[in-house]
């Protein structure tokens, strides 16, 4: 992860977002019982575990967008306000908001999936992901054609890996159902990959808190 605005020195690695992701995965599976899940299908809760780590990056779209609190609007709040990709505060709201749609428009224009370099380049699924995260390349000074240098679907693919079969199932059961909770907006094809439930620890609201710890 770069460019955290405001904290634009800070970098975190792939190794970083895997040693992350490896602890969450560590408590969902050691907590199961207490965690919010769907039952069904272990393949169909994969496909759609894929489905959503492979789809086109939210950032400056409607389903995701930032207005600052100086009235600046921005893709992401990941997103330094020197990358360019800003609206600044003149003009009326709404233009702001035009402005920016069309920037990141321009960004992933038709033919960026034949442009993509790298395992990018390569992937199956390029067509619909288009390389990933922009705030991950773009304030690294990557362009949006270089490869993804923290791809959120070859990195819970190699996570759960280091998982049995039995943990592998429970995990995308427990994705896919909370992904298919709060899925919606109007971009149905984006996702940001940040706020995805891979990143999250939802408890099963009827379970009795004193009765039932939570195994770090
Ligand atoms: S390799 Fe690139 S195109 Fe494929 S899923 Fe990862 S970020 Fe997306």
Redesign the pocket.
């Known amino acids: 992860m770069v460019g955290i605005r405001g904290a634009e020195d800070i970098t975190l690695d792939y190794n970083f977002f895997k040693g992350l992701i490896r602890r969450i995965c560590t408590m969902v599976v050691n907590n199961y019982r207490l965690m919010e899940s769907g039952s069904g299908s272990s393949r169909y809760a994969k496909r759609v575990v894929e489905y959503m ?2 789809r086109h990056c939210a950032g400056g779209s409607r389903q995701h967008i930032i207005y600052d609190c100086h009235g600046n609007v921005i893709p992401c709040s990941f997103m330094p306000e020197s990358m360019g990709l800003s609206s600044g505060t003149g003009g009326e709201p709404s233009e702001r908001f035009d402005h920016v749609y069309s920037a990141v428009n321009h960004l992933f224009q038709s033919g960026l ?1 034949d442009r ?1 370099k ?9 067509s ?6 922009i705030t991950m390349k773009i304030p690294s000074a990557l362009s949006v054609e270089d ?2 240098p923290i ?4 990195l819970i693919r190699e996570v759960c890996e280091e998982f049995s079969e039995k943990e592998r199932e429970l995990l995308y059961l427990y994705w896919s159902s909370c992904f298919l909770k709060k899925s919606g907006g109007e971009d149905s094809d984006r996702v940001c990959v940040r706020r995805l439930p891979v990143w999250e620890l939802n408890y099963r609201y009827d379970m009795n808190r004193e009765s039932n710890k939570f195994t770090i």
């Open positions: 780590l492979t999936a993509l790298g395992k990018c380049g390569d992937c199956e699924y390029k619909s992901c288009l390389g990933g995260c490869e993804q791809c959120m679907y070859r």
